[in-house]
């Protein structure tokens, strides 16, 4: 069986990173820092680069707007279902376009 995620936008509490599922990949963005190698000083606000990760084990899906200058953490929502999943071609084909 292959798994899709359901969400978009996930947050990880435990490393403090936002990810996003777009076109078949998870990407991880870092919180925002005043300096390179700083703490965070806004978890709400992360860069709007990214990293190619695997979804951290704690994420919970959330809601998250993109500006111009970065990517702010709207609300998280309550632990759920993350992934659905397929076993035929027409299936998979509709859960990866979806």
Request: charged share 25%; with cysteine.
């Given at each position: 069986?292959?798994?899709?995620?359901?969400?978009?936008?996930?947050?990880?509490?435990?490393?403090?990173?936002?990810?996003?599922?777009?076109?078949?990949?998870?990407?991880?963005?870092?919180?925002?820092?005043?300096?390179?190698?700083?703490?965070?000083?806004?978890?709400?606000?992360?860069?709007?680069h990214?990293?190619?990760?695997?979804?951290?084990?704690?994420?919970?899906s959330?809601?998250?707007?993109?500006t111009?200058?970065?990517?702010?953490?709207?609300?998280?929502?309550?632990?759920?279902?993350?992934?659905?999943?397929?076993?035929?071609?027409?299936?998979?084909?509709?859960?990866?376009?979806?």
């Amino acid at each position: 069986m292959i798994e899709v995620t359901i969400h978009e936008w996930f947050y990880s509490d435990k490393l403090g990173k936002l990810y996003r599922y777009d076109q078949s990949v998870i990407e991880a963005y870092a919180a925002l820092t005043s300096q390179p190698s700083l703490r965070p000083t806004s978890p709400v606000k992360m860069y709007t680069h990214h990293k190619l990760k695997v979804l951290a084990e704690d994420a919970v899906s959330t809601e998250a707007t993109i500006t111009d200058t970065h990517i702010h953490l709207d609300k998280c929502l309550a632990p759920c279902e993350l992934w659905r999943g397929g076993t035929n071609i027409k299936e998979l084909d509709q859960l990866i376009i979806a």
